[in-house]
């Protein structure tokens, strides 16, 4: 029996009156139409009215339990009305058939790999839900086209996932020269109904690219819709690892630190609604590459975005305005637009009390990888290592905290190079990349030119199956 109440979603850029280029999006949307529609029509981003609440209790239980049980207990909160359960145990239990191990690397310090699903990235976890939701909400006859930047691993995740999809068509662009070779593979050779676009230029011109196309008119027929963090259906699936980790290695209700290395913010998000609903989260702590916007801003309460975006090794980390920072300003009173402007300012006290963050080096970054492995044999890449030494640096300045767990993010498999030079060891494939080598496939190769990348979709893109 299906609820009666549902969460309805509103648009961040809501209040932006006499914002040149901006009409506020003042209505309010179903869950269903968010995921769809992946960007409010302000530019701005869908946000639940409500934050669902989960009980003590109910968390604590699921500990012992499959990942699909928490999944199960999150996503029922969150869609309670908009979709049978038994249909939403399916799409659950078909998304989420990989191991999420817990690596213990010294006293209850923890490891949390998220690399473990088809495209050995954590991506896996949203895109897989998200695109199953997406095929069941989906009008029939009606072809969605999705549309989505990224920065390593979200396209090849994304790319997996509706792979063979029916009624789905996938772009996906990527900056050129700011990929892994194993990435830029990955993204080229999925095939079938998902294309790669190899974009002269930085991340932050592909995100930018897509959010254009998002508000241009000349789209409107062609159900264009986002399957990168700016849509809510990314979100939500990524607030599912904070709190199966937790039920599994708190004892007696305890807080956890959570560390979470951040570029374009979706997955720290996830931590920031598991806390709101319940989720006992001691600190959200969010280490950044050498972009350091963000904890330049918590430092100094003056958000200067960095453009262009620094290349460092945490290659998915190098975004310069991170998307979902409008969603973070949100949930804290505040507002800043796509660009970057700063409309109104957060409550950054309030910020402070629930996360910290901070910029590690690429020089901090490889240190951390050599040493983790020396002293714990624990494998880590540039991202997990950014995600790790954050944690060291928060623990160093504030004090010991039992319960700790770090997210480790994609495959070090995915940077053999920089596995090699500083170990001296090749990292051994996991099975979803033993071919990878030897797949084939080309990528389109454009400009970052609004109007080339519009004649091309323009050119390639069908509404209708």
């Not at 769809?36 to 639940?48: C, K, R, S, V």
């Not at 145990?89 to 191991?99: L, V």
């Not at 905290?401 to 997210?407: A, D, R, Y």
Request: some cysteine.
């Amino acid at each position: 029996m299906l609820q009666k109440q549902k969460l309805r979603y509103y648009s961040t850029n809501r209040h932006l009156d006499h914002v040149p280029g901006i009409t506020p999006f003042r209505e309010t949307v179903s869950f269903r139409e968010a995921l769809l529609i992946g960007q409010a029509p302000d530019e701005g981003l869908f946000m639940p009215e409500q934050i669902p609440v989960l009980s003590l209790e109910a968390l604590k239980a699921l500990k012992g339990k499959p990942y699909s049980a928490a999944a199960l207990l999150v996503a029922k909160a969150f869609l309670a009305g908009e979709i049978p359960t038994a249909q939403l145990k399916r799409i659950i239990d078909d998304a989420y058939n990989y191991p999420v191990p817990l690596e213990n690397v010294l006293a209850r310090k923890y490891v949390m790999r998220l690399d473990q699903g088809p495209t050995a990235s954590f991506k896996d976890f949203a895109a897989r839900m998200m695109a199953r939701l997406m095929s069941a909400y989906r009008s029939a006859g009606e072809r969605l086209n999705v549309l989505v930047a990224t920065s390593g691993d979200t396209g090849s995740a994304v790319g997996d996932a509706f792979r063979g999809v029916e009624g789905v068509a996938v772009t996906i662009l990527y900056p050129r020269t700011e990929v892994s070779g194993r990435q830029k593979r990955q993204l080229d050779t999925i095939g079938q109904n998902v294309q790669a676009i190899s974009v002269e230029g930085k991340f932050d011109d592909c995100q930018n690219l897509v959010k254009q196309a998002f508000s241009d008119p000349d789209f409107a027929d062609l159900h264009l819709t986002s399957a990168n963090s700016i849509s809510f259906g990314r979100i939500l699936p990524q607030i599912i690892y904070y709190v199966w980790a937790w039920a599994q290695l708190s004892r007696d209700g305890e807080p956890a630190v959570f560390s979470v290395p951040s570029g374009n913010f979706g997955d720290a998000l996830g931590c920031e609604y598991a806390r709101r609903m319940g989720l006992p989260v001691g600190k959200l702590v969010m280490p950044t590459n050498d972009n350091d916007e963000f904890p330049r801003f918590l430092e100094t309460g003056v958000y200067e975005k960095v453009s262009p975006s620094r290349a460092c090794l945490s290659n998915a980390m190098n975004v310069g305005h991170p998307s979902n920072l409008a969603r973070f300003f949100d949930l804290y009173g505040g507002t800043v637009d796509r660009n970057g402007v700063v409309h109104k300012v957060p409550d950054i006290e309030e910020m402070k009390k629930h996360i910290y963050s901070v910029s590690i080096s690429d020089r901090e970054t490889k240190k951390t990888i050599k040493r983790i492995y020396d002293q714990h044999k624990v494998l880590l890449e540039p991202h997990g290592a950014v995600g790790w030494r954050g944690l060291e640096v928060y623990l160093e300045l504030f004090g010991d905290v039992p319960l700790c767990i770090s997210l480790e993010t994609a495959h070090p498999a995915k940077f053999p190079d920089e596995i090699r030079e500083l170990l001296g060891i090749n990292p051994e494939l996991p099975p979803s990349l033993k071919d990878i080598d030897e797949r084939s496939g080309d990528p389109a190769f454009l400009n970052a030119d609004y109007e080339t990348v519009k004649t091309y979709l323009l050119q390639n893109l069908k509404a209708r199956d």
